[in-house]
């Protein structure tokens, strides 16, 4: 009976250590959005795009970053991200009337990393005909999770900025420099341990990123490092923590349990239900 006990209780501990890690390893937890109260200015992004990389505007994950162009330009933002972090580009373009139009265009969104390296979306519609009537186009692009490292070879993402460029990649020269308007936003799921590796960079792959050396020196001398101007809104995590930690520390505390269990069952000696003067 006292054998019964003891399993039961090891496997309620068990069910306790796995209850609280397992929503975060199942299931996808979104980012925490801004509540109604909070200034709505919050959620406000730049209203101008860049035109290159290095002039790609900046704008943080939930904002809404607007801008106002020619067809044919080449528009650029920029926004971070973090490890265990997989975002999702949002783009909508207005576009010229009807009836100023003179036939079908492609838009197209593509994603780059800090390396400028082209990211391939996982999901979404990443190119889109318009036919002339049309009068919006959503491009939709998933990134792959962000993970802390990655072998040199691999086009992994890695946490750091992020540039988007929107442009239409086909149209009649007749409709070159119409007016259009974008809105752009990034969404975020937080994959946690799922994609969790050993290592962490020395630095987020951002412009500018400096040495530790120099990046020292820059905080000595009170002036803010770009990977600090280039971090997301709670600063940059430090990689090496994740949720597969909690997965590890329950898998050794049950492992250490079923030990006891085996010993308890196998051990050898009078059973206890035989008295002592038998």
Do not use: N
């Not at 979104?30 to 509540?35: N, R």
């Not at 009337?97 to 492609?106: E, F, K, M, S, V």
């Not at 390396?115 to 692009?141: D, F, H, N």
Request: aromatic share 8%; charged share 20%.
């Amino acid at each position: 009976m006292r054998t019964v006990r003891a399993l039961a209780a090891a496997a309620l501990a068990g069910a306790a250590l796995l209850g609280p890690a397992s929503p975060a390893a199942l299931a996808d937890s979104p980012s925490p959005s801004t509540s109604p109260g909070e200034d709505s200015r919050s959620t406000a992004g730049p209203t101008e795009a860049g035109t290159t990389f290095r002039t790609a505007a900046r704008f943080l994950q939930g904002q809404q970053a607007t801008a106002q162009a020619a067809t044919g330009d080449y528009l650029y933002w920029v926004f971070p991200a973090d490890t265990g972090q997989r975002p999702t580009v949002d783009a909508t373009v207005t576009l010229p009337d009807a009836a100023l139009r003179h036939g079908p265009a492609t838009w197209r969104v593509d994603v780059y990393d800090g390396l400028r390296r082209r990211q391939p979306c996982m999901y979404g519609t990443q190119s889109r005909a318009a036919a002339k009537e049309t009068a919006t186009v959503r491009l939709t692009c998933v990134l792959r999770p962000v993970r802390a490292s990655a072998d040199a070879w691999s086009d992994d993402p890695l946490p750091g900025s992020y540039y988007v460029r929107l442009t239409a990649v086909s149209l009649p020269d007749e409709d070159l420099g119409q007016p259009f308007t974008a809105r752009l936003g990034v969404t975020t799921l937080d994959k946690g341990g799922a994609y969790a590796t050993d290592g962490a960079l020395a630095a987020p792959l951002v412009p500018g990123a400096k040495t530790a050396d120099l990046a020292e020196a820059d905080e000595k001398a009170g002036r803010p490092s770009a990977v600090e101007a280039a971090a997301p809104e709670d600063g940059w995590s430090s990689g090496w923590w994740s949720d597969r930690w909690l997965w590890t520390a329950a898998g050794g505390i049950l492992a250490a349990l079923a030990g006891i269990g085996g010993y308890v069952l196998t051990r050898g000696g009078r059973p206890s239900r035989i008295p002592p003067t038998a």
